[in-house]
Each structure stands twice: as structure tokens, then as C-alpha cells.
């Protein structure tokens, strides 16, 4: 799925601090909180996390360096995720502002103390203990270790009181900047609160059956051969009780399955191209739709990505999958740099957007974007959308796609498309798949699944867990 570039994104060497050595066992949580707080603070500067992640300096033997990589990544998204309460609670608990790594060890501890004993990751000795060593082991932070000590114990001694008037104010509450608040709260009046908390819990590993190698009920005999419990949840979709690492996922090496979330999962389905169709993915990176489309039938596939790093995972997919497709470097909105003047049956238009549907695998989207963003995004949506339009055969379908729960992107933008496209025939389509999260509503006291479409939920009923997404389809008269 499409997930836009931020506009104050900048290069790891820019943030790469020149920090003095980490004199701290690898394997230890203070080196983890380091190294979180190091992408932390990347991302507060306007890098997107995975790239913040991978220029966190890690020097130790591969076997090590793996589990440290590991821990930091969990802490960074840990506190991604409750990053507007641990500021809130810095705010309370600091007089004057402290150094921003200090800060960001502080935000990455209280992240981890902020859990209920039944989540915890560590006990709240060790964080506290491990923040106060890795501050220490900086020698220009060093300074800080008694405020650290301080602040952290202070919030465990005062602990529900803290939280309860951290959650006074609403980006602490929701852990999202006030305007993305008040408007998903515009967009979706009777189930803000079950998005926002959809949004704040990690998404399931779900997997795409390859319909070449297996069906659904084959491959869930094949997991509970192995041990691992799961659950079918779509025609190719299967849901993971706990999530696994990639190389113990039976048959992922040999191309038996992929990771696609369920929602995702619709594309291919929604797009109902046939055998000896000549098909377009537009947008195509990291080839997940590219390639569920090829599962599903013998076609002519053009997959198209602008960035040619993103484009070679493309061609990784395709190879481990034993899929052929023409991968092409190129710009959706220009078409003239390399369409062949062979019109397309089928436009797969997974077009950039805000990803604010996708926050729950992506929680660094929602402190990297702007509400000023919007426009541009919109702008750049139609743009890629009036240039596709023509490159449809006649009877041909476009389907439209955002991993966004924004209706600027969604049905206004399919209604504009409509009504500025004569020969634009809107077919049935999902529309707006709102995230759904069953722990998450049941703690608000909330009925699931959240979504715009009735029949979605009599079909999918409370127990299906899918990221956001609208989908609209036309066809060409």
C-alpha cells in the first residue's frame, strides 16, 4: 500500500548525532532505550521511522546486534504509540524543557511504565534503573542521571494521578496531534473513539495465500500441523493468533503465502481482472497487490513504482513468489515517459495518501504529517488519476484505493472523479473500510466492526481485524 513521502523528511546523516560512545552491553534495555530514543528523536525531526531505525548506530556481533535491533524497534513503536501522553507527562514533571536525547529517554521510559502490569514489557525497576544507566553512559548526558532518577520515580509513586491529569488534555488522551483528533471526530461523529483506539493497538500478522499453491483450508492445515494457531478471516486471508518472524512462517520462503493485511487483501479481489487481460498496477511498491493479482489470474501485468529503490522490492516479491510481471520505473502522473500506447482492461490506482488509515503499523505517520498536507495529497491524487483515465480501454475498470480514513481522499474524492468524467460509470466497491480493532472497542464499550457499509459488517461480523482503506471502482462507458 502507497504510503506517502513526508514533505520534512530528511536524510540519516542529518540526524545522525555525534553522540559519544554507548558503553552499554547490547543486550541490555538501557542500550535498547539509547537506541529508541535516538529514532525517536529522528522522527521528531521529520524522518520516517523504519529509516530512523536502520541509521541507529549498533556495533556487536550479528547475533546480538539482531535481538538489540530488535528491542529498539519495539520500544521506538511502543512509544510512537504513546508518545503524546510521555510529553504531556515530561511537561507535568519537568520544570525546563531537558536536552532533546534526554527527553527522548525520558518519553521511551515512561512509554514502558505508562503500561498496565498486564502489558509491561519490563518491570518498572528495570526501566528506571536501565533510563538512568543509559543516560549515564553518555558522557554529555551524564549530568541528567538525577533528573532522570527523579522524574521516573516521581511518575511511579504518583503514577495513576499523573495519568489521569495527563488524559486531561486530549493529545495525551488519543495520542495523536489535536488536528488529526477533531478530524477524524468531524469525518466519522459516531465512531471517532473506536478509530483513534484502533489506531493505538499493533496490527495482527496476516497473511495472502498464494491461490497457485494452496487454499485456505490447505495452509491452515499445514499451520496447525506446525504448531501455530490461526484463524481464516478472507478468500486468501489468514490471521495469526501471535505474530512470527518471516523465516518461521511455514512455506513464506517457498512463496505459499505473504504478509498483506486483510483490507489490503481486497485490492486484487476488487479489481476482477481476467485471464489475458492486459492489467496496470499503478503505485505499485512494494508489490503486494502486484503480485496478488498474478495469483489470481493469467494477465499482462505493467507494475509501475516512481522510486527505484522501492521498485526492486517489486522484483524480490515477484522472485520468491516464481511471478512475472514488467516492473517499470516511472511517474504514474506522466505517462508519457513510458506508457506503449497499449490501452490497460484494468488500472489498479493504490494512489499516495496520507496513510492515516494504516497507523497502527505505521504510528510515526500521525507525528510526521501535517493537516496542511491534505491538500497537496488530494492535489497529487488527481493528478495521477486524470493521467491514468485515459490508458483504460473502453469497458475497461479503474479501481481507485487509499490506505487513508480521511473522506477528503476517499468518497469526495471519488465523487469528484464521477461527476468531472462523463464517461465514468461508478461500479459497487467497498468504499470506506474504517480500521477495526476488537480489543481496542472493547474497551471503549463499543460495537465492532466500525465501517460506512452494513453489508461489510454483516459479512465480516466482529471478529474480522483490518487496517483502513477506501475503495471506489469505474468503468469506462
Known amino acids: 500500500m502507497t504510503r506517502s513521502a513526508s514533505n520534512r523528511r530528511v536524510a540519516p546523516k542529518a540526524v545522525a548525532a555525534r553522540l559519544s560512545p554507548l558503553h552499554l552491553a547490547p543486550d541490555s534495555l538501557g542500550f535498547a532505550l539509547d537506541g529508541a530514543a535516538f529514532a525517536v528523536g529522528a522522527v521528531r525531526k521529520g524522518m520516517a521511522l523504519p529509516a530512523a531505525l536502520a541509521a541507529v548506530p549498533v556495533s556487536a556481533p550479528a547475533a546480538m546486534a539482531g535481538h538489540a535491533r530488535g528491542a529498539i524497534q519495539d520500544i521506538a513503536y511502543r512509544t510512537l504509540r504513546r508518545l503524546g501522553t510521555a510529553d504531556v507527562l515530561i511537561a507535568q514533571l519537568v520544570r525546563k524543557a531537558p536536552a532533546a536525547h534526554v527527553g527522548d529517554v525520558l518519553a521511551c521510559a515512561l512509554a514502558l511504565l505508562a503500561d498496565d502490569a498486564q502489558h509491561a514489557a519490563y518491570t518498572p525497576f528495570t526501566v528506571v534503573d536501565q533510563a538512568v544507566t543509559a543516560i549515564g553512559a553518555r558522557r554529555e548526558f551524564a549530568f541528567a542521571k538525577g ?254 484505493i487509499t490506505c487513508s480514513i480521511f473522506p477528503e481522499e476517499g468518497e469526495e474524492q471519488a465523487r469528484w472523479f464521477e461527476s468531472t468524467h462523463e464517461d465514468a460509470v461508478r461500479l459497487g466497491a467497498p468504499g470506506q473500510l474504517l480500521p477495526t480493532c476488537p480489543g481496542a472497542a472493547a474497551e471503549l464499550s463499543a460495537p465492532l466492526p466500525i465501517g460506512t457499509h452494513a453489508a461489510e459488517s454483516e459479512r465480516t461480523g466482529a471478529d474480522i481485524d483490518h487496517d483502513g482503506f477506501f475503495y471506489a471502482r469505474f468503468q469506462k462507458r
Open 147 to 400: 533528573l532522570v532518577n527523579a522524574v521516573l520515580r516521581t511518575f511511579l509513586r504518583e503514577r495513576e494521578a499523573c495519568l489521569e491529569k495527563a488524559q486531561a488534555e486530549a493529545v495525551a488522551k488519543w495520542n495523536y496531534p489535536v488536528w488529526w483528533i477533531e478530524a477524524v471526530r468531524r469525518a466519522w461523529p459516531d465512531a471517532w473513539q473506536n478509530v483513534l483506539a484502533a489506531g493505538n493497538r499493533p496490527g495482527p500478522l496476516t497473511l495472502r495465500v498464494n491461490a497457485r499453491r494452496a487454499t485456505v483450508a490447505e495452509y491452515l492445515h499445514t499451520l496447525d500441523a506446525n504448531g501455530i494457531a490461526a484463524a481464516a478471516v478472507g478468500p486468501h486471508a489468514v490471521r495469526l493468533a501471535s505474530p512470527l518472524p518471516v523465516d518461521r512462517i511455514p512455506g513464506f520462503a517457498q512463496g505459499v503465502v505473504s504478509v498483506q493485511d486483510a483490507g489490503a487483501q481486497r485490492a486484487a479481489e476488487q479489481l476482477g481482472a481476467r485471464d489475458g487481460m492486459r492489467v496496470l498496477d499503478a503505485c505499485a511498491a512494494p508489490g503486494g497487490k502486484t503480485c496478488h493479482v498474478l495469483e489470481l489470474a493469467d494477465v499482462e501485468l505493467v507494475s509501475l513504482e516512481s522510486d527505484p529503490v522501492r521498485a526492486a522490492r517489486i522484483e524480490e516479491n515477484l522472485v520468491r513468489l516464481g511471478l512475472s510481471a514488467s516492473v517499470i520505473v516511472g511517474d504514474a502522473g506522466a505517462p508519457s515517459a513510458w506508457y506503449d500506447a497499449r490501452p490497460f482492461d484494468r488500472i489498479l490506482a493504490d494512489v499516495p495518501c496520507s496513510a492515516s488509515g494504516i497507523v497502527r503499523r505505521h504510528p510515526d505517520v500521525r507525528w510526521l504529517r501535517r493537516a496542511t498536507d491534505i491538500p497537496a495529497l488530494v492535489a497529487e491524487q488527481r493528478r495521477i488519476l486524470e493521467a491514468l483515465w485515459p490508458l483504460l480501454a473502453p469497458g475497461g475498470e479503474l479501481l481507485y
